[in-house]
């Protein structure tokens, strides 16, 4: 069990520009989702998916976000047109799809990004 | 709709000293799971423990303790004989078992504990 593994663990852009994260859950996990955690808060939900399909979007979620999980394996979350408001820690976790409520969701390092 | 409620944004404990981190929540599902996770300096989120909305006994993992009061919605941790490396963010999370709120965790403020030699 090597854990959910994120890339890059930083990252700092410019405003307008654009960034991609990249999350590779456990492998058995198919289970997959991105928070966002601003300083001093505790994470917010921003997007589900079970195998390859994207099940669960937040309203956090605008249109400069995407995410994708191709494969059912490593997913990626990509924001356009960086504004400073995104400058956040974003957190990928995974768990399994047996077990409903009792499943811990297992988490990352986090990408923490910072728009100038 | 579910909602965690952290209302101690810092405490300070002793070391070798029991500690509470208190947590309420509010749900509408009728069963529902509840988490706490330690998040330390570096970032990452670890899970501790998990209590069952049905489960009769409060849950137990080494130095953590959940106290469960269902009837006044609240699910505190107790961490026992406190370590230097207990100095961490907690978070209290819950999840439910209705379609909408199945999936996801919904996660309080935190709360920092620092542990003092």
């Known amino acids: 069990d090597t854990g959910v593994s994120q890339n890059p663990r930083h990252k700092i852009t410019k405003r307008g520009q654009n960034v991609t994260f990249r999350c590779d859950p456990i492998?058995?996990?198919?289970?997959l989702y991105w928070y966002r955690q601003t300083l001093g808060q505790g994470p917010e939900f921003l997007t589900y998916?079970?195998?390859?399909?994207?099940?669960?979007k937040s309203r956090l979620l605008s249109d400069r976000f995407s995410a994708e999980r191709p494969k059912g394996s490593f997913s990626t979350l990509e924001i356009q047109r960086t504004e400073q408001g995104d400058s956040a820690m974003y957190l990928c976790?995974?768990?399994?799809?047996?077990?409903?409520?009792?499943?811990?969701?297992?988490f990352g390092n986090g990408t923490r990004l910072t728009v100038t | 709709a579910q909602k965690i409620t952290q209302t101690q944004p810092g405490m300070f404990v002793q070391e070798k000293e029991a500690v509470t981190l208190d947590c309420t929540y509010d749900?509408?599902?009728?069963?529902?799971?509840l988490f706490w996770y330690k998040q330390p300096s570096s970032g990452e989120m670890i899970f501790l423990i998990y209590?069952?909305?049905?489960?009769?006994q409060n849950a137990t993992e080494g130095r953590y303790s959940l106290n469960f009061q269902k009837a006044r919605k609240s699910a505190n941790l107790v961490i026992s004989a406190s370590q230097l490396g207990d100095s961490a963010m907690y978070f209290c999370?819950?999840?439910?078992?209705?379609?909408?709120?199945?999936?996801?965790?919904?996660f309080g403020s935190g709360t920092q504990l620092t542990v003092l030699p």
């Open positions: 976790a995974s768990s399994p799809s047996t077990g409903t409520a009792n499943s811990p969701l297992h």
């Open positions: 749900t509408s599902d009728p069963s529902y799971g």
């Open positions: 999370a819950m999840r439910g078992t209705t379609s909408g709120s199945a999936r996801q965790l919904t």
């Open positions: 998916f079970q195998n390859e399909a994207q099940l669960e």
């Open positions: 209590q069952g909305s049905y489960d009769q």
């Open positions: 492998s058995e996990h198919n289970r």
